[in-house]
């Protein structure tokens, strides 16, 4: 069974910055559009960022645009979420998944339904 497994969560103030990791062991995520997730307290689950299996990004969130970068190292399987001056509104649980039905990212919403793999998330604290 493949699940991602994520890192780097931490606490932090804001402004700071956090790098994530979503890593698949096993499982090779070269064909696959891989996602970025965030779930804050009392909140439903929203996407964040795609990448498409050639590298290009998609963001869906306006408030993260300027200030996170998705990148991927398929060698590795692994994906990575870069996130600079972040904001108390940012708290929450990141969480990463692959779409096995494409490649690419979708160009306007994130379908979760599409999404599998889903690992059990990174807590990221924004917090003075």
């Known amino acids: 069974q493949v699940q991602f497994v994520e890192s780097g969560g931490g606490s932090v103030q804001p402004g700071g910055s956090l790098r994530l990791s979503c890593a698949a062991p096993?499982?090779?995520?070269?064909?696959?559009?891989v996602g970025w997730f965030r779930q804050a307290p009392g909140r439903e689950r929203e996407g964040v960022l795609c990448i498409g299996y050639s590298g290009d990004s998609t963001s869906y969130q306006e408030s993260v645009k300027e200030r996170f970068t998705i990148s991927r190292d398929n060698a590795k399987s692994t994906v990575y979420l870069e996130m600079n001056n972040l904001k108390p509104e940012d708290t929450g649980v990141y969480s990463c998944a692959a779409n096995l039905m494409r490649s690419r990212c979708s160009p306007s919403v994130i379908l979760q339904y599409e999404y599998t793999y889903w690992g059990k998330g990174t807590l990221v604290t924004i917090s003075s």
């Open positions: 096993g499982f090779s995520l070269d064909e696959y559009a």
